[in-house]
């Protein structure tokens, strides 16, 4: 696994999903896909970056500046995730113990939003 060579968060995503698979926890490989999850953050899918950083939190890496601009990116686009993207982002958060205020803020509120116009799927919802 070389995140260095990844172009596309795609293709990120599914190297993580296979380490955590193989229960691969390398500090140096994670370190390297939360670099590489931020120099392609500007084009990446929410919803694919919402996924990445779940799948660094099953890793248990938490790197609080992908965190920190995971959060900003989540902040200007939460009106467009469904409510299965919104537990997954809670589900991260969570996962890694890391409290940003502002953007649970946002989430928990779309959420709620979701719930109310009945739009939230059974397994977003029991998240």
Request: aromatic fraction near 6%; include cysteine.
């Amino acid at each position: 696994y070389d995140p260095r060579q990844v172009e596309d968060m795609a293709t990120l995503l599914l190297m993580s999903r296979s380490a955590v698979a193989s229960s691969y926890e390398e500090s140096d490989f994670w370190r390297g896909c939360s670099l590489q999850a931020q120099r392609l953050m500007g084009t990446a899918s929410l919803p694919d970056l919402v996924r990445f950083v779940d799948s660094a939190a099953s890793a248990r890496h938490c790197d609080e500046e992908l965190m920190y601009n995971f959060g900003d990116a989540v902040a200007e686009q939460v009106g467009q995730l469904d409510a299965d993207t919104i537990a997954a982002a809670l589900q991260a958060h969570a996962a890694l113990s890391f409290r940003n205020d502002r953007v649970l803020q946002e989430l928990e509120s779309a959420l709620l939003k979701l719930m109310e116009q009945s739009r939230g799927t059974a397994s977003g919802l029991a998240t």
